[in-house]
């Protein structure tokens, strides 16, 4: 069983920057995949970005240039560097992780979701 804990939402101001990460921990052997999703009032719940394992990346369109994925294996982290935040980002944030166990089966876990407000 595994357990996603985020943190870093919050309100910031058009223009600003915030910080989100996710610890995951439980029997891990390894996180494939991990990824930001994100879900504003009366939208679908979309992907924002994307690191696997060896470090690649993918962005929504929406985000390039502005929000940076990144990990730390060590801690089993994942981290949504966000620059530049408009008001469209504004959406609830959720940590995603395609997550090997020690039984060598991969899951898919979720995170409970991190509140992110952009104001104008």
């Known amino acids: 069983q595994v357990q996603l804990v985020e943190s870093g939402g919050g309100l910031v101001q058009a223009g600003g920057s915030l910080r989100l990460s996710c610890a995951a921990s439980g029997n891990i052997f390894s996180i494939r995949t991990m990824d930001w999703y994100r879900q504003a009032p009366g939208k679908q719940r979309d992907l924002v970005a994307r690191?696997?394992?060896?470090?690649?990346?993918n962005y929504a369109d929406s985000v390039k240039g502005r929000f940076t994925i990144s990990r730390d294996n060590a801690k089993n982290t994942v981290y949504l560097q966000m620059n530049s935040l408009k008001p469209e980002d504004t959406a609830v944030y959720y940590c995603?992780?395609?997550?090997?166990?020690?039984?060598?089966?991969?899951?898919?876990?979720w995170g409970q979701g991190t509140q992110v407000t952009v104001s104008s």
């Open positions: 690191i696997t394992l060896g470090g690649s990346t």
């Open positions: 995603h992780g395609n997550v090997v166990l020690t039984d060598r089966f991969e899951y898919s876990y």
